[in-house]
C-alpha cells in the first residue's frame, strides 16, 4: 500500500521527509520516551515500531526506497520548525 507523504516527497524529488507524530518519535520501549531512537536504518526502525508508528516506518522505506535522502519522525508538540528538524 503507497503511502501519500511518502508518494508526494518521491514526486516533487524532495530532499527529506518530515512527518509528525503526538509520540515522541521511534521509541525502543513504547512506553519509556527516554528511550527515542535519534537515527537508525530502516531495517531497525522496522523491528522496533510498533502500532502506528510501522505505518510512519513503512512510509520511511517507501520514500527512501524512492530517493529521498533522510527521513525524519518526530513529534509535532513544541517547535516543529523546519530549522529544528533537518540538520544543517
Do not use: F, H
Request: proline share 6%; glycine share 6%; hydrophobic share 50%.
Amino acid at each position: 500500500m503507497a503511502q501519500p507523504a511518502a508518494a508526494i516527497a518521491v514526486a516533487i524529488d524532495a530532499d527529506a521527509l518530515i512527518i509528525l507524530t503526538s509520540v515522541p518519535g521511534l521509541l525502543r520501549d513504547p512506553d519509556d520516551p527516554r528511550t527515542l531512537v535519534a537515527e537508525t536504518t530502516i531495517a531497525e526502525a522496522e523491528s522496533l515500531a510498533r502500532g502506528r508508528m510501522k505505518v510512519k516506518i513503512l512510509a520511511a522505506r517507501e520514500a527512501i526506497d524512492g530517493g529521498i535522502d533522510e527521513v525524519v519522525i518526530r513529534s509535532a508538540s513544541g517547535d516543529p520548525s523546519i530549522r529544528t528538524v533537518i540538520r544543517s
